[in-house]
C-alpha cells in the first residue's frame, strides 16, 4: 500500500520548512513567487492532501465562519456572499451563511448557534437596529466584521458603501437635467443605510437652495409590491413630480412596474434612478440609471479583515473602518425636465 504523504514530506521535497508549507497552502503569510512555485510542485508530485480536520483539532479552529446577511433575495448580498466564499475557498475554511430577514430575534439566535458550534469569526449586516448585535458579539468574544450597515461603535472593523455620495451624485445629476420635483422611494423601517442615502438626497438639494419636501419622500414594504405602492402614493399626492429616485433595487422594479401600467413614459414622462445595478436594469426599455456598489469587492475586503484577525501577522492591529466608492451609470431613464402635459394624459 502507497504511503500517504506528509507536510514533512512536501517540505522535504520543496526543499523549504515545514512552516513555509503552511503558509503557502494556508495563506498565512507571504512567501516568495520561487518558494511558492516549489512547494506546490511538491504537492502535486506528491499527492499531498492537508488534514483539515486534524489541523483544526491541533490549533482548536474549526476551519469554519460565519456570514450573516439581512435579506439573501436581495442581488446586493450574494454578490457579497461570493466575494466572502472566494477569499476563504482559498484557504480552505468554510462559510456558514445565515440569513435574517431583518429579524433581530432571528440574528441573535443564530449568533447563539454560531457560538455554540465554536465557529471561528463573524461578518455580518446587522438588522434594523444593531445595539443588540454589538453588545452579543463583544461577549462571544470572536473576531467579527461589520458589513454594509454602519455602526457607531468602533469594536470591530467595518466594510461599507459610500451610500451618502453615491445619491448625493444621483440627486445632482436629476437636478441639473432641470428636475426640482424630485420624489424618493425608501422602505418602511429606516437602516441606517437608507438613512445615509436620504441624507445624500437632502445635502444634494440644499446645494440647489432646495428644501427637503417631506410629502416627496414616499414609503413602502421593501419588497416589489413596496415600491408600486409608494409609486402610487407619490404620482396620486404629488401628480408635477418629474424624477424619482429609489433607494433600493426590489422597490425600483415595483417603481417601473406602476410606470408601466399608468402608461407613464420614461424618460419622457418622468426619469427614474436606482441604487443598486441588478441584471435587469440593462435588460429594460429603457436601461435604468443606477447607483453602482462594489458588492464582491466589500465581501472580499471583509474576508481579508477577517482573516488578518485569525491569523494575525505582521499587519496592523488597529480597528480599519473601509469606505467602498459608488459611482454612478448613467443610461436612458433619466433625461431633461420634459414642460407640458404627461404623454398618457396627452392620449386620454
Known sequence: ????????????????????????????????????????????????????????????????????????????????????????????????????????????????TIESRQVDGVIIAPAANPQGTISTLKSMN?????????????????VLSDNYGGVYEATRHLLDLGHRKIGVVIPIFSVITILDRLEG?????????????EHLISQGPLR??????????????????????STHEAMTLGVMLYLKEKEIACPMDISVVSFDDPPWARAFTP??????????????????????????GTERKQIRKIKLDTYLQVRESTGIRFEGVRSHERRN
Request: one cysteine or more.
Open 1 to 112: 500500500m502507497t504511503r500517504k504523504s506528509t507536510i514533512t514530506h512536501v517540505a522535504r521535497d520543496a526543499g523549504v520548512s515545514i512552516a513555509t508549507v503552511s503558509h503557502v497552502l494556508n495563506h498565512t503569510h507571504y512567501v516568495s513567487e520561487k518558494l511558492t512555485s516549489r512547494v506546490k510542485k511538491a504537492v502535486q508530485e506528491l499527492n499531498y492532501r492537508p488534514n483539515y480536520i486534524g489541523r483544526s483539532l491541533r490549533n482548536g479552529r474549526s476551519g469554519t465562519v460565519a456570514l450573516i446577511v439581512p435579506d439573501i433575495v436581495d442581488p446586493f448580498f450574494p454578490e457579497i456572499a461570493r466575494g466572502v466564499e472566494d477569499f476563504f475557498g482559498k484557504r480552505r475554511y468554510n462559510v456558514f451563511l445565515c440569513n435574517t430577514d431583518e429579524d433581530t430575534s432571528k440574528e441573535q439566535l443564530y449568533l447563539e
Open 142 to 158: 470572536k473576531p467579527a466584521v461589520i458589513i454594509d450597515r454602519r455602526v457607531e461603535d468602533m469594536s470591530f472593523d467595518q
Open 201 to 213: 438626497y437632502r445635502v444634494a438639494l440644499k446645494k440647489y437652495g432646495i428644501e427637503m419636501g
Open 224 to 245: 416589489v409590491e413596496g415600491g408600486y405602492q409608494a409609486a402610487k402614493v407619490l404620482f396620486e399626492d404629488n401628480p408635477d413630480v418629474s424624477a424619482i429616485l
Open 287 to 312: 436601461t435604468l440609471t443606477v447607483v453602482v456598489q462594489q458588492a464582491y469587492r466589500m465581501g472580499n475586503e471583509a474576508a481579508h479583515l477577517l482573516w488578518s484577525k485569525l491569523f494575525p
